[in-house]
């Protein structure tokens, strides 16, 4: 379980997070949900230690506090982020991209198998293990990012807006894709202003506005939420 308790970043004098209490256990889906600079990003860098927290933060990660932990040693706790801008190597292939993933000490001995994993969840990625990433489609693209993310055998996976730029029906398959990634017992924790089908796979949500969150509960009451319908679902 990855949980953060009054989380606020200050950048310069603007403060982008004000005391962001959140949590997602493993095997559970959870979606933050927030307009354009809300501070969704903000919030994913500070859980991954890119971004300087402010004194009263705490993040814990299976009751251990990993609140001061620079970015790779956070990894190693099972905390893989999957950026906005996909952060892989467009000139490498699909096959060594997802090898840079197993990087951390605790994926290494299990590349072979994470590998399989990978390919077995993404099926378009085993068949093209030799295409250079640039060549890709923004969907092939995000696919890519995700299995490097699962190459570090995360317990949780924070996702940034995984489906921005993405054609409808490649939206759909990435869902259905996380689904299945929350099946095999990983716990995500994605932000998105795709509220349709984030809530649709989410077990809960959280809504983030102007650094503050001024909702949360479970999907189903979300979806139903006229707060939500309005500002998110665009009803
Ligand atoms: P989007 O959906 O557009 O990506 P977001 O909800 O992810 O937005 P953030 O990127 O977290 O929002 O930004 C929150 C606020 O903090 C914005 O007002 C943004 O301009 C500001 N901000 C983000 N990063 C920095 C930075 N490095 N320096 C100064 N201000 C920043």
Redesign the pocket.
């Known amino acids: 379980m990855l949980e953060t308790r009054n989380v606020s ?1 200050l ?2 004098r ?1 403060r ?2 004000e005391n962001v209490s959140a949590s997602v256990a493993k095997g559970e889906i959870v979606v933050m949900l ?12 500070a859980i991954a230690g890119q ?1 300087r927290k402010m004194d009263g933060a705490t993040v814990l990660m299976d009751g251990t506090d990993i609140t001061h932990r620079p970015p790779h040693e956070i990894v190693e706790t099972g905390i893989a982020l999957v950026p ?1 801008d996909r952060g892989i190597f467009a000139d490498l292939t699909v096959r060594e991209n997802l090898i840079l993933g197993a990087h951390p000490a605790r994926a290494r001995a299990f590349e072979a198998d994470n590998l399989e994993r990978v390919l077995t969840l993404f099926p378009k990625l085993a068949e093209r293990p030799k295409q250079i990433v640039r060549t890709m489609s923004g969907g092939e693209r995000q696919m890519v990012a995700i299995g490097r993310a699962m190459m570090s055998a995360p317990a949780i996976l924070l996702l ?2 995984p489906s ?1 730029g993405l054609a409808p029906m490649l939206c759909t398959e990435l869902f259905r894709a996380l689904a299945r990634i929350k099946d095999a017992g990983v716990g995500i924790f994605l ?1 998105e ?1 795709n509220a349709k089908q984030s809530l649709a796979i989410a077990d809960r949500g959280y809504l ?1 506005d102007n ?1 503050h969150i001024v909702g949360a509960g479970n999907a189903a009451a979300l979806t139903k939420d006229e707060k939500v319908k309005a500002a998110y679902l665009g009803e």
């Open positions: 970043v950048y310069g603007h982008a997070l927030g307009a354009n600079g809300a501070g969704k990003s903000t919030f994913l860098r971004t906005e940034d807006e921005l932000v202003q983030l650094g």
